[in-house]
């Protein structure tokens, strides 16, 4: 049975390589289309909803197109939609970025920005957190299978998902405090990380998606 998978494009970023790394995972069938028409995400068997840049701009773009409808119908028709940075942090409750942004609400919590004061040393962090880190799995999913607990992934993020609840929680990394590097909720999975960056078990992540049945 052919299958499209819908990449979220609203104008921000260079999808090609996320793109990429979807069609070579992809099963049989399954067709990956990059778009920005809400109607075709709406459409889709599967949505990708990846973002780089500033919040506010994802949010004004999104919710101008229709396409924050779009995500949300999507989610509501119980189809598996897997978010990736900005677009896990989108998915979030509200970001302080630019005097604080109220977003979609998909998960509990809050995004924070990374250089205030913190970890041991008491001093700023350095900004942004971007390189290889260990991920811890919190909570068992499907997205996992394969993927041997700690593995690194690449971050590229000034901006992190706080105030988690558990029950949400599906990974976690720590750069001077602990925060969100995954989070699942019944048919929606989203990671601060780029897993199309992340070698193998980026890849296998992206597989798990694309053959997951929630």
């Known amino acids: 049975m052919s299958e499209t998978v819908a990449v979220v494009d609203y104008g921000m970023g260079n999808l090609h390589s996320a793109g990429k790394a979807l069609e070579k995972m992809a099963a049989d069938g399954q067709r990956i289309v990059i778009t920005g028409d809400p109607e075709q995400v709406r459409a889709a068997g599967?949505?990708?909803?990846?973002?780089?840049?500033?919040?506010?701009?994802?949010?004004?773009?999104?919710?101008?197109?229709?396409?924050?409808?779009?995500?949300?119908?999507?989610?509501?028709?119980?189809?598996?939609?897997?978010?990736?940075?900005?677009?896990?942090?989108?998915?979030?409750?509200?970001s302080e970025e630019n005097d604080g942004i109220d977003c979609l609400g998909v998960f509990s919590g809050r995004v924070q920005f990374f250089g205030a004061p913190m970890g041991d040393t008491g001093r700023p962090l350095k900004v942004p957190h971007m390189?290889?880190?260990?991920?811890?799995?919190?909570?068992?999913?499907?997205?996992?299978?394969?993927?041997?607990?700690?593995?690194?992934?690449?971050?590229?993020?000034?901006?992190?998902?706080?105030?988690?609840?558990?029950?949400?929680?599906?990974?976690?990394?720590?750069?001077?405090?602990?925060?969100a590097a995954a989070v699942a909720k019944r048919n929606?999975?989203?990671?601060?990380?780029?897993?199309?960056?992340?070698a193998d078990a980026g890849l296998k992540l992206l597989e798990n998606f694309l053959r997951w049945r929630p």
């Open 188 to 198: 929606v999975f989203a990671v601060q990380f780029h897993p199309e960056k992340s």
């Open 131 to 179: 390189g290889w880190n260990q991920v811890q799995q919190v909570n068992d999913h499907p997205l996992w299978a394969g993927i041997d607990d700690n593995s690194r992934f690449y971050f590229v993020h000034s901006y992190c998902a706080t105030g988690v609840p558990d029950d949400q929680m599906a990974g976690r990394c720590e750069y001077g405090l602990a925060f």
């Open 46 to 94: 599967r949505v990708v909803f990846p973002g780089v840049g500033a919040i506010r701009d994802c949010i004004k773009v999104i919710t101008e197109t229709g396409l924050d409808r779009a995500i949300l119908d999507a989610i509501d028709a119980y189809k598996p939609v897997l978010g990736i940075c900005v677009g896990m942090q989108a998915m979030m409750d509200f």
